[in-house]
C-alpha cells in the first residue's frame, strides 16, 4: 500500500518531501521572478533542472561529494512512481544546510554590472576601471550573500562578514567553513564554466549551496548550475558593451519588466520561448534530448 507524503516545505519552485534517512526534491514547473511566483507554470520546467543538476553532480565528484542519491522514481518509494514525479524528482542525502548563498561571478552583468556603474565594486570587491557590461573578470569573484526565507530577499554580504555570519551558527568553525565555501565555490565554477564553453555557453554567473553531512564534512547541495541558479549566455556573438540574450529565465524578466500591469502572468509565447531556452541549453551542455 502506498503511502501517502505531503511535503516539509515548499519553495518557490521546489518541494521537499521527508523519506526518513533521506530527502526527495522535487523541481516543479513554477517559475519565479523577482523572488515572486508568477502564475504560468513551464512544462518540463522541473525536468531540465533536476537533469540538469544529476549531469553537474556527476561532472563534479572528484572535485567534492554531493548530496544525490538517484533520480529514477524505481529507487523512491511508491508514491513518487507516477508520471507527475517522474524525471523531476531527486532523492538526496540529508543534509546540515549552510545558510550562505555561494555566488561566483565570472562576468560583470546584472546587480554587478550597476554597482560597479556606481562606485567601481560589486559587493565590496574593487574592480579594474573601464570595465563594459557582459566583460569577462580578470578572474572570477566569490560574493556571498545570507539566506532569505521566502518572500525575503537575500543580502549580499563580504566575505569578512560571511565569518561571523558562520562563527555565530557554528562557533569555532567560522573561518574553516567560510574558506572552504569560497574555495569550493570558485573550483567548481572554473571546471563547469570551462567545459560548459568547450559546448558553446558561457556560464555568466552562478549560486552554489553546501551542507554538512553526517561526518561534518561539507557536500554540494540544492541544485546545481541550472538556468534558475546561474546565467547561461550562448558563446556565439558574445560582445561586451549590453547585455547578453540568454538560456534561462531573463526571457520572462525582461517581458515583466517592460510591461506594467501584467499580474505577474506571461503571455504563453513568453513561457514557450522560456523553455526552449532551457532545452536547448540541456542539448548543448549534456549533447542529449530530454
Given at each position: 500500500m502506498s503511502t501517502d507524503f505531503k511535503?516539509?516545505?515548499?519553495?518557490?519552485?521546489?518541494?521537499?518531501?521527508?523519506?526518513?534517512?533521506?530527502?526527495?526534491?522535487?523541481?516543479?514547473?513554477?517559475?519565479?521572478?523577482?523572488?515572486?511566483?508568477?502564475?504560468?507554470?513551464?512544462?518540463?520546467?522541473g525536468t531540465v533542472l533536476t537533469q540538469m543538476s544529476k549531469f553537474w553532480f556527476d561532472m563534479t565528484e572528484d572535485i567534492l561529494p554531493n548530496h544525490m542519491i538517484s533520480v529514477d522514481v524505481n529507487d523512491m518509494p511508491e508514491f513518487f512512481r507516477k508520471p507527475e514525479f517522474t524525471g523531476n524528482s531527486m532523492m538526496v542525502k540529508k543534509l546540515n544546510m549552510l545558510p550562505v548563498e555561494c555566488i561566483v561571478r565570472g562576468y560583470i552583468t546584472g546587480s554587478g554590472w550597476a554597482s560597479y556603474r556606481k562606485d567601481g565594486t560589486v559587493c565590496g570587491i574593487r574592480l579594474p576601471e573601464g570595465l563594459k557590461e557582459s566583460d569577462k573578470l580578470p578572474e572570477a569573484i566569490y560574493t556571498p550573500s545570507t539566506k532569505a526565507e521566502i518572500g525575503d530577499h537575500d543580502e549580499n554580504i563580504s566575505y569578512e562578514q560571511s565569518v561571523k555570519y558562520l562563527e555565530e551558527r557554528f562557533p569555532g568553525k567560522g573561518e574553516e567553513y567560510a574558506s572552504k565555501l569560497r574555495d569550493y565555490t570558485l573550483a567548481l565554477y572554473k571546471k563547469c564554466a570551462d567545459y560548459a564553453l568547450t559546448k558553446g555557453i558561457i556560464i555568466a554567473d552562478t549560486k552554489f549551496e553546501f551542507g554538512l553531512d553526517e561526518n561534518g564534512n561539507i557536500v554540494v547541495g540544492d541544485e546545481m548550475l541550472t538556468p534558475d541558479s546561474s546565467r547561461f549566455w550562448p558563446a556565439e556573438g558574445y560582445e561586451p558593451g549590453h547585455a547578453q540574450p540568454s538560456f534561462d529565465k531573463q526571457f520572462a524578466r525582461d517581458w515583466l519588466k517592460s510591461n506594467e500591469g501584467h499580474d505577474w502572468t506571461l503571455p504563453q509565447d513568453i513561457v514557450d520561448k522560456t523553455i526552449e531556452k532551457y532545452l536547448q541549453a540541456y542539448k548543448l551542455l549534456t549533447g542529449k534530448e530530454l
Open positions: 511535503p516539509i516545505k515548499e519553495g518557490k519552485v521546489r518541494e521537499i518531501y521527508d523519506n526518513g534517512d533521506s530527502l526527495i526534491l522535487v523541481a516543479t514547473d513554477r517559475i519565479s521572478c523577482f523572488d515572486v511566483i508568477l502564475n504560468n507554470t513551464v512544462t518540463k520546467k
